[in-house]
């Protein structure tokens, strides 16, 4: 027979399409995920209600126990009904590739995912996200600082960050989220959660207590949160009309946005190589009149005047390109003998 991943919505039934409903209704066997999602019991009551036999899925059903869900779907028509999208978690992915090698028809029907709403609600432009995390409930230090570094990754691209909270037990809630970010920022110190970082937290997405409310740090540790299901969106390089949907949607303080900045070390890093050239470069000026030797400091002084402007147009890969042929030709000058000067200094 088949599966149909459908997708229920953001939690409350009214977010339930029509689509989704029909399938629910028509198929055999419902499997609820309870594993990547978190449903309120109004909307399991509605779901069981109106379903022929309705299955609670836990991760273990999903995962490694699945093989029931592919036999009975092998001679019924089966549902996994999902929180949002079906195909956001990579568990759904992974089910319907299993079902595709046995043969077996998948069907998807689509739902309203936190991911695109957390994004439409923030005012930030949705193509300017990067890689999405979980921070899973646990405290564990390597789950914490894998999310610091994509946090950190993204914003060096000028990309926002979505991180979703765990929604296991009662769900992970964002001042615990942070807490967690903002002591391993103590070791770190690469300023990803400081107090002042702008980040946006949501609450609730789809609920009539839905909360959106865009701070620094410090400010969101000391907020009162309706319960989970939470969010975190932390923000890279903002356009001006970004800017303005922070303050103006959001209320972000003008001044807040005005002075954010996002992490970039691969800036810092070309910065840190052009101070070192131009250094050097200064340096080396006058120590030979050896025509060729004035021919390679000419040419290396282009490459460091091309490099700063790649930099100010925003052109990263060509600024870093540039400064390591300005860096390369003036090793070569000091290998030689004909200049001396020290990278150090």
Sequence with gaps: MSITFVGLGLGPKKHITE??????????????????????????????KISRRLVLADRYTLEEGAEALLRDAVEKEVVVAVQGDPFVATTHISLA??????????KTVNGISSYSAAASLSGLQAYKFGRAVTLPSEDSVESVRSVYENILE???????????????????????????????????????VSDDRLVV???????????????????????????????????GKLHFLERE???????????????????????????????????????????????????VLRVAESYLEDSKFFLKSGDIFNSLSAISYCEGLLDALRMLGYVEFDWKK
């Design 154 to 192: 993204n914003m060096s691209r000028g990309l926002h960050t979505l991180v979703f909270l765990d929604t296991k037990g009662n769900g992970l809630r964002i001042p615990v989220a942070l807490s967690r970010l903002r002591e391993l920022e103590g070791s770190l110190k690469k300023g990803v």
């Design 201 to 235: 937290a949501l609450a609730r997405l789809g609920y009539e207590d839905c909360v959106v409310k865009a701070g620094r740090v410090v400010e969101l540790l000391a907020w009162d949160f309706p319960d989970p299901p939470h969010m975190l969106i932390f923000p």
């Design 19 to 48: 689509a989704a409903l029909d399938s629910i209704r028509r198929a055999d066997v419902v499997f609820l995920d309870t594993y990547t999602g978190m449903l309120p019991k109004e909307t399991v009551d509605f779901l069981r």
């Design 97 to 106: 590739l299993e079902a595709c090698k046995r043969g077996i028809a998948c």
């Design 245 to 295: 949907a922070l303050v103006r949607l959001l209320g972000v303080p003008r001044e807040y946005v005005e002075a954010y900045e996002p992490i970039n070390y691969g800036v810092d890093r070309v910065r840190r190589y052009i101070d070192a050239c131009e250094g050097a470069l200064s340096r080396s000026r006058g120590s030979s009149r050896e025509a060729k030797v004035t021919e």
